[in-house]
């Protein structure tokens, strides 16, 4: 089908291009859309006929790299080959397949070195039109260098995975449109075998990410950092071949430039050391997701908290409610609904990421825990002990019931915490969500560490 050229939403503060009001640029869905050859020109109607056929002229005189330049769009892949672009180590994995830069083969990072180079990015927007394939991995890197192999050891990865579990005993929990280490985002919002159009907005000390229309990031860097935290800078762009079961593809890689003292405006929250240990906790890999968050806050409330702090959230409602988890679509937020223990023998196939049950004594309890119909167990009524603790784990491991370690509350205990591990148990976090119950309790750190658990023993939806 022919769609409109001017297909992504628009930054703040992007003025259209120039041409636009003498024009309409149509392109041609295919994969190699970006040729010349696929253009159809519409000229509006203008009362000046002089004026239309110059803009006419120009429009087809200049191929739509040309007209990108024209208001400071520059698309770095030209259809045709690899020129501009630089991969190291394993080279062989990255060709050119009926003009898509395709990405199949043993970990190699494929490095722009193009004219439009110069001395390097360091304020720009982007949008990258990317599709992968079941189980791949790939990112794309900004404020990088070349190197000769390895991961690279500059820059910063908006991660490209969609379908990607990991390899050897390492899960991959990080998905499509994280700020990799910085802002992980756990569930995705877009498909393998799909184009994804990948937007990125960098100024100064704020980076913004958007997935197919969903925004995921807004990371504003803080004054302050641990030394293990990298910080924006300015570099080239890199794509990432991470292995031999990830094939994808890039058809289109544009750019445009923001000056390089760009700056938001906006002064970075400090969230405290609570935050530090957060980062550092998730970059260990730990999902730091917050699956009952505070009935009171809005879908818009909970997307803005994900974004700015990288804690993960869900919107969650009882079964009567149900209809108002529509208001997550569009935003970065897992779904749930909220089940007690009177309700769950009428609870059918949710349409939501998972099933919480919320018990307030041991018989509902017992009842949630033994339905199969739950994924979470949240302990409200605060029943699970070192007595009770053999029937309740037992149960929890039989159905497959991840088990809340709630922040706010501090329960359950660290011993029962040690014996739920020993079980072979899956854990989930509550109490996250607002600010203020991290910056009054670190008691879900602190069990993490005393307890001795591991990421893998955290239940994340759709894994």
């Known amino acids: 089908?022919?769609?409109?050229?001017?297909?992504?939403?628009?930054?703040?503060?992007?003025?259209?291009?120039?041409?636009?009001?003498?024009?309409?640029?149509?392109?041609?869905?295919?994969?190699?859309?970006?040729?010349?050859?696929?253009?159809?020109?519409?000229?509006?109607?203008?009362?000046?006929?002089?004026?239309?056929?110059?803009?006419?002229?120009?429009?087809?005189?200049?191929?739509?790299?040309?007209?990108?330049?024209?208001?400071?769009?520059?698309?770095?892949?030209?259809?045709?080959?690899?020129?501009?672009?630089?991969?190291?180590?394993?080279?062989?994995?990255?060709?050119?397949?009926?003009?898509?830069?395709?990405?199949?083969?043993?970990?190699?990072?494929?490095?722009?070195?193009?004219?439009?180079?110069?001395?390097?990015?360091?304020?720009?927007?982007?949008?990258?039109?990317?599709?992968?394939?079941?189980?791949?991995?790939?990112?794309?890197?900004?404020?990088?260098?070349?190197?000769?192999?390895?991961?690279?050891?500059?820059?910063?990865?908006?991660?490209?995975?969609?379908?990607?579990v990991g390899e050897g005993t390492y899960v991959e929990l990080k998905k499509m449109g994280s700020l990799y280490g910085y802002r992980n985002l756990y569930k995705t919002f877009s498909k393998d075998d799909e184009w994804m159009t990948v937007k990125a907005r960098v100024e100064s000390d704020r980076v913004q990410v958007w997935v197919n229309g969903v925004q995921t990031v807004d990371y504003r860097q803080p004054a302050r950092s641990f030394s293990r935290l990298r910080r924006l800078s300015k570099g080239t762009f890199a794509l990432q071949g991470h292995d031999d079961h990830s094939r994808m593809q890039y058809r289109s890689f544009r750019v445009r430039r923001l000056p390089d003292d760009a700056s938001s405006g906006l002064i970075a929250p400090d969230f405290g050391v609570w935050h530090d240990t957060l980062m550092a906790m998730q970059g260990r890999n730990f999902p730091f997701i917050d699956f009952n968050p505070p009935a009171n806050l809005s879908a818009l409330e909970l997307a803005d908290y994900v974004r700015a702090t990288g804690i993960n959230a869900a919107l969650v409602k009882s079964p009567k409610k149900a209809n108002q988890l529509g208001a997550a679509s569009g935003l970065p937020l897992f779904t749930g609904i909220k089940v007690t223990a009177k309700g769950i023998a009428k609870q059918t196939k949710a349409m939501a990421d998972f099933v919480i049950g919320e018990s307030t004594d041991l018989k509902s309890a017992k009842a949630l825990l033994g339905s199969g119909k739950i994924q979470v167990w949240s302990d409200k009524g605060r029943v699970l002990n070192a007595q009770t603790a053999p029937t309740l784990l037992d149960l929890a491991k039989q159905h497959n019931v991840a088990i809340v370690i709630d922040n706010e509350t501090q329960h359950p205990s660290l011993e029962v915490l040690k014996m739920a591990k020993a079980k072979g148990c899956k854990f989930t976090m509550s109490g996250l969500v607002p600010k203020e119950k991290m910056e009054q309790s670190s008691y879900v750190f602190d069990m993490l560490k005393q307890a001795e658990l591991d990421y893998r023993d955290f239940y994340v939806p759709g894994l």
Not at 75 to 92: C, F, V, Y
Not at 134 to 156: C, M, R, V
């Open 1 to 164: 089908m022919s769609i409109p050229c001017e297909i992504f939403p628009k930054f703040p503060n992007i003025t259209d291009s120039p041409m636009s009001v003498a024009r309409e640029i149509f392109v041609t869905e295919k994969d190699d859309y970006l040729a010349p050859s696929h253009f159809t020109i519409k000229t509006a109607n203008m009362k000046k006929q002089g004026f239309a056929l110059v803009a006419l002229l120009l429009v087809l005189a200049f191929p739509s790299k040309t007209i990108a330049q024209a208001d400071g769009w520059v698309e770095l892949i030209n259809g045709k080959d690899m020129a501009g672009w630089r991969p190291n180590e394993h080279t062989s994995t990255w060709t050119v397949e009926n003009g898509l830069l395709t990405g199949v083969g043993k970990r190699s990072h494929l490095f722009y070195e193009g004219e439009h180079l110069r001395d390097g990015f360091k304020n720009f927007e982007m949008e990258v039109q990317v599709r992968t394939f079941k189980l791949a991995n790939s990112g794309i890197y900004f404020h990088t260098n070349f190197q000769d192999e390895g991961w690279p050891g500059t820059g910063i990865e908006i991660q490209v995975n969609n379908s990607h």
